[in-house]
């Protein structure tokens, strides 16, 4: 029976479904004369259900307005502080040679006889953008940890340019071509009481270029940090001495793209990379992952967003 009902980021984890049914919620809520404070970064819910919205950037009030007067692309721009791009430019280019495939691939579910995956195959190719699509909890997690190496599986092969990388460790992965964006950043991708430097090397810190005889060289470590900052855009209060804590979760993610990326991987698999992320670091991770494409990477996109 309370007046005042504050929704913060309610539908990031939500289905399709499910957001609309909330939105009816809120709605009836508000005929009923309650007030709703919602907090969110997605336009299409800001157009569906409030009346008056405040744009916040970088801790400041930009503007209220009234939602019906305003456009999408108008809201963007004050949230971001430039024009942004709606549709993603996207040329055609033929995919290649093979360079990913997952053959007849199964796990239990553990506990169960009954399988999380079973018998997957598929094929991803050099300059081809391959999604894996669906409703959160269909096994798209045990996908990911089974091609990655974070979860052992019982039947199947992965092969990555014809070698065969079924019981290859993690640390090969990483360091002979395989990049990934994990969904849960704060899990699977960034020491949060680590600062962004060492973040930056968690893969790479016992490759000769950041140590000599088990000595970490920190100021090859915080120039290989400052060049990522600079070409990512990363923007922390403390530049490469920012505990990663502290720094927004599109920033978080830019500093893991970052990361992955700079690896120069084969193949790339990128899970949910614009979780919780505005409209322009959205734009931005996207153009990321294109441009991986157009340089003749694989990417395996493992998304629950439609329109991505």
């Known amino acids: ?94 995919p290649k040679e093979v360079i990913f495939e997952v053959k007849n691939l199964s796990m239990k579910t553990k506990g169960t006889t009954r399988n999380a995956l079973n018998n997957i195959s598929f094929k991803v190719r050099k300059n081809e953008i391959v999604c894996i699509a669906g409703i959160d909890g269909n096994g798209q997690s045990e996908l990911v940890y089974a091609l990655t190496g974070l979860k052992h599986f019982d039947e199947g092969h992965i092969l990555v340019n014809g070698e065969d990388w079924t019981k290859k460790s993690i640390r090969y992965r990483n360091s002979h071509g395989m990049s990934h964006i994990p969904e849960d950043r704060h899990k699977h ?3 949060l009481d680590f600062d962004l430097k060492q973040n930056a090397v968690l893969q790479t810190y016992f490759q000769p270029r950041f140590q000599k005889r088990g000595f970490i ?75 991986q494409r157009d340089q003749g990477k694989a990417v395996l996109l493992v998304s629950l967003e439609l329109d991505e």
Request: charge should be neutral; aromatic fraction near 6%.
């Open 1 to 94: 029976d309370n007046e005042i009902l504050i929704f913060d980021e309610p539908t990031a984890v939500l289905t399709p479904q499910e957001i609309d049914e909330l939105m009816g919620i809120m709605r009836e809520l508000s005929k009923e004369g309650k007030s709703l404070i919602f907090i969110t970064h997605k336009l299409e819910e800001i157009k569906k259900v409030a009346d008056r919205v405040t744009v916040l950037r970088r801790g400041k009030g930009i503007g209220t307005y009234n939602v019906k007067d305003v456009t999408k692309e108008f809201l963007s721009e004050m949230m971001v502080g430039r024009k942004v791009q709606f549709t993603v430019d996207k040329k055609d280019i033929p």
């Open 189 to 191: 991708g960034v020491i």
């Open 217 to 291: 060289k920190f100021n090859a470590v915080s120039e290989y940090a400052k060049k990522l900052i600079k070409q990512y855009d990363i923007r922390s209060p403390r530049d490469e001495d920012s505990i990663v804590r502290n720094m927004s979760g599109g920033n978080q993610q830019k500093l893991i793209v970052a990361r992955e990326l700079d690896k120069d991987p084969d193949i790339v698999i990128a899970v949910q990379p614009t979780r919780g992320l505005d409209i322009g670091a959205t734009e931005y991770i996207h153009k990321q992952l294109i441009a």
